[in-house]
Every structure is written in structure tokens, then in C-alpha cells.
């Protein structure tokens, strides 16, 4: 069974699961969205939920990206050190069989620098093989833990991770704001006042604490309270992104609905800034390293 004949990618994360069939021609053939991500699996059930995967997908060789390839995954895959290559990142595939490979995370850990990521890196090369993304240029990753990533030369030079999503996430659970969260963020006059509080403030927490404070002394509407507290988590989010000493081209990457929130953001600092969407390159990464497969 050959690589190149098609093969099955999966983008594995802690929660959730992406598996998309690839033709020989480097196309999405079909796919499936799942709940199953890492943290699911008990002990000893990584053959299992690989077999599901080709049950719903095809006998196919199987190319395995994110937390499956962490210490508490599958098979671990160990970081590869910044500044990074697609060339390094294939070279140090870990293949359970011929009919398997999961790819490596990559680490920023110079000097007192300590980050690291998995998964994202398929679709920064990705963009880069496909065209979608300058090789030059300084990209948002958003998610769960947003990634701003300098790319140099066609190579991820450095990266700083931002938990964002998880501290947003947080606050709409468990925290004082919980019942103000509940609305849907959308852009707008809310979503930009937050953008521009946090692109101004150094006072994260005293003004997530004036979120309710507004409310309930009559300053803010309470359905506008979600869209402002996310303009004001991302509008921080973007200051720091954009302290990078660069004015390389800004790309954002991504689920839409998560970058056109970090675009008008990016936009709000001043910055040009185009979107493109992560699914297309991830499987354009994805494709990229199994081209070099066999």
C-alpha cells in the first residue's frame, strides 16, 4: 500500500479529531469530525480508535498530527527545535508501521523561552507549500492556545503561545462573569470597544472585573457583555502578538469564525492583515510530508 496512491490525515488534539481522506492527487476525497480526541482514549485503546478512523474512512495509510504524538498520546513524537524546517520535521516522523507516521511537535525553548506546539505546524508548512502563506511573514494561529509564529525563510523561526481560547473559556464556566458569557460574540461596536481596551491596557484583570461592573451600574448593555470581554481578550492577545519586532505581512489562519475575529482585531492595531483558511493548508501540509513518504 503506497503513500502516494492516497492516505488518510488526521488532525488529533486533546478534545477533538479531524480525519481527512487525501487522493493521490493531493485533494480532500472526504472527512469526519469527532469528539475523540486524545484525552478519550483509555489505556491501551490508541489500535482501536486508529482502526475506527479507517473504518469511517478507508484501508488507508494513516498521517497522525497533534497531542496523538504527545507523552500522553499514542506514540510519542518529540519536539523538534526551533527554527524548524518541513525537511527536519519529516526527517524526525516516528512510524508505528509502514502504514503509520506521526509528526513531531516543534519547540521554542532558547535562552529563557519555553513554548511548544503540535498540529499547527502541519498547516504553517502547509500554507507555505501551497502558496497561501508568505514565507516571510508573521502569522496568528487562534484556537484553544492561540500561536504567533514568525516564519523565516520558509522555516518556523520562533513562536509564542497565548491561552486565549482556554481563558475565555474558563470565565464563560467558572468564573463571576459566567452568567454574562452566555451570548454569542459577534462582531460589532461591543466586540471592537474590547478590541481597543485591551490593545491600550496593561490591566487585563482589573477590566475583566469591570465587565460586570459595567453591567450592573447601567455603562454596558448585558447582551453586549460576551462580544466585549472576547474584543478585550483578543485585543490583549494582539498586543502581544504584534510586539514582534517585524512589519512582516500578518497572516491569520484558521477556523473563519475564529479568524475574521482576529483579523477586524488586527486591523483595529493598525496593522494590514489577510485570512486563510486552515483546513485547506493543513491537508496541503499534510500532502507535503507524504509525498516524501514510501
Not at 99 to 117: F, H, K, W
Not at 132 to 139: A, F, I, K, N
Not at 270 to 278: A, I, K, Q, S, T
Request: net charge negative.
Amino acid at each position: 500500500m503506497r503513500w502516494s496512491d492516497g492516505f488518510i490525515a488526521v488532525d488529533w488534539g486533546s478534545t477533538n479529531r479531524r480525519g481527512y481522506l487525501v487522493d493521490g492527487s493531493g485533494k480532500c476525497a472526504g472527512e469526519f469530525e469527532d469528539g475523540e480526541g486524545m484525552l478519550s482514549v483509555p489505556p491501551g485503546g490508541f489500535p482501536a480508535a486508529v482502526a475506527q478512523i479507517r473504518e469511517k474512512l478507508g484501508d488507508k495509510p494513516l498521517l497522525l498530527a497533534g497531542m496523538v504524538g504527545s507523552n500522553r498520546g499514542w506514540v510519542e513524537a518529540p519536539y523538534i527545535p526551533c527554527p524548524a524546517s518541513l525537511d527536519q520535521l519529516i526527517e524526525k516522523l516516528v512510524r508505528p508501521s509502514d502504514r503509520e507516521a506521526i509528526v513531531p511537535g516543534i519547540a521554542d525553548s532558547s535562552g529563557e523561552r519555553a513554548d511548544v506546539m503540535r498540529g499547527e505546524e502541519v498547516q504553517l508548512f502547509g500554507g507555505i507549500a501551497a502558496g497561501l502563506l508568505d514565507p516571510d511573514s508573521l502569522v496568528c494561529h487562534p484556537g484553544t492556545h492561540n500561536k504567533w509564529v514568525t516564519l523565516r525563510r520558509g522555516r518556523i523561526e520562533h513562536f509564542r503561545t497565548v491561552m486565549t481560547g482556554e481563558l475565555f473559556s474558563v470565565l464563560k464556566d467558572h468564573s463571576i462573569l459566567a452568567d454574562l458569557l452566555r451570548g454569542k460574540v459577534a462582531l460589532g461596536d461591543a466586540f471592537s470597544a474590547g478590541v481597543r481596551l485591551g490593545l491600550s491596557s496593561q490591566d487585563l484583570p482589573a477590566e475583566l472585573f469591570s465587565v460586570r461592573a459595567r453591567v450592573l451600574l447601567g455603562k454596558a448593555r448585558e447582551e453586549d457583555a460576551a462580544s466585549f470581554t472576547s474584543g478585550l481578550l483578543i485585543g490583549t492577545d494582539v498586543r502581544i502578538g504584534l510586539s514582534y519586532p517585524t512589519s512582516a505581512q500578518v497572516t491569520v489562519i484558521g477556523r473563519p469564525e475564529l479568524t475574521q475575529l482576529y483579523a477586524a482585531a488586527i486591523r483595529d492595531a493598525n496593522r494590514p492583515v489577510c485570512e486563510v483558511d486552515g483546513e485547506r493548508c493543513f491537508i496541503a501540509g499534510a500532502a507535503a510530508i507524504a509525498e516524501k513518504l514510501s
